[in-house]
């Protein structure tokens, strides 16, 4: 069985790869369905990139597992500099007063 073919189906004269027409299909959906922050489906989303909803889900599940590595390292970085990082700040050599405390004068 052969699947119908799709106006945004890839070939020699097609000016716009895959990801160029995922590109354009979202920012269209954002611009016409209201705006940024607003949660659309998957099948919606294929629907406006002219692709499949499969398409879209694994774009969406990369995408999380891509954050959760970049959440995983930040934490191992905070974790590692922490003993650093936490210096009482009347110690830090470099404090400087912004402001002056309730009852202190300016010098």
């Keep these: 069985m052969t699947r119908k073919p799709r106006l945004g189906d890839l070939d020699e004269t097609d000016p716009m790869d895959k990801t160029e027409r995922i590109n354009l299909g979202m920012d269209l959906l954002i611009a016409r369905q209201g705006?940024?922050?607003?949660?659309?489906?998957?099948?919606e989303i294929a629907a406006w990139c002219d692709c499949s909803h499969a398409a879209i889900f694994l774009?969406?599940?990369?995408?999380?597992?891509h954050l959760r590595e970049?959440?995983?390292?930040?934490?191992k970085c905070q974790q590692a500099?922490?003993?650093?990082?936490?210096?009482?700040?009347?110690?830090?050599?470099?404090?400087?007063?912004l402001a002056p405390q309730a009852g202190e004068q300016l010098p």
Excluded at 35 to 43: A, I, N
């Design 35 to 43: 705006g940024y922050g607003k949660c659309f489906s998957t099948r």
């Design 59 to 65: 774009i969406e599940q990369r995408a999380i597992r």
């Design 70 to 75: 970049l959440f995983a390292k930040e934490i």
């Design 81 to 97: 500099c922490k003993p650093k990082c936490r210096q009482p700040a009347d110690e830090s050599p470099d404090r400087v007063a």
